[in-house]
């Protein structure tokens, strides 16, 4: 191949990465307005309590990432504190979450 050129094609896993990242992409835009549909002006204290939450949880893993400085840190911190049988089902569950698009309304 020359320099400064690059290839047309799309093999496997640049479709899992692009569809992955469309489902990321805009479901996180969806969150909101789902949430103000529902619950209306009472949504936005929920959305306080979970931004008190995920405060709180990226605080703990500030302290836990630099004694473990591995890559995928997530997953191996539930697998050191929990054990390996946890740690299998956590990595599963991040890699394949539920949109809401699936949910049975």
């Known amino acids: 191949m020359a320099a400064?050129?690059?290839?047309?094609e799309g093999g496997t896993i640049g479709l899992l990465y692009a569809s992955l990242g469309a489902?990321?992409?805009?479901?996180?835009?969806?969150?909101?307005?789902?949430?103000?549909?529902?619950?209306?002006?009472?949504?936005?204290?929920?959305w306080a309590v979970g931004a008190t939450a995920i405060l709180l949880l990226a605080l703990v893993y500030a302290?836990?990432?630099?004694?473990?400085?591995?890559?995928?840190?997530?997953?191996?911190?539930?697998?050191?504190?929990?054990?390996?049988?946890?740690?299998?089902i956590w990595s599963w569950i991040l890699f394949f979450p539920t949109s809401?698009?699936?949910?049975?309304k």
């Open 23 to 46: 489902i990321v992409g805009s479901g996180w835009l969806f969150g909101p307005r789902h949430a103000a549909q529902q619950a209306g002006p009472l949504s936005l204290g929920s």
């Open 100 to 104: 809401p698009s699936r949910r049975s």
């Open 63 to 88: 302290e836990l990432g630099p004694m473990i400085p591995r890559s995928g840190s997530v997953v191996h911190i539930s697998h050191l504190g929990n054990g390996p049988l946890l740690g299998r």
């Open 4 to 8: 400064g050129h690059l290839r047309r």
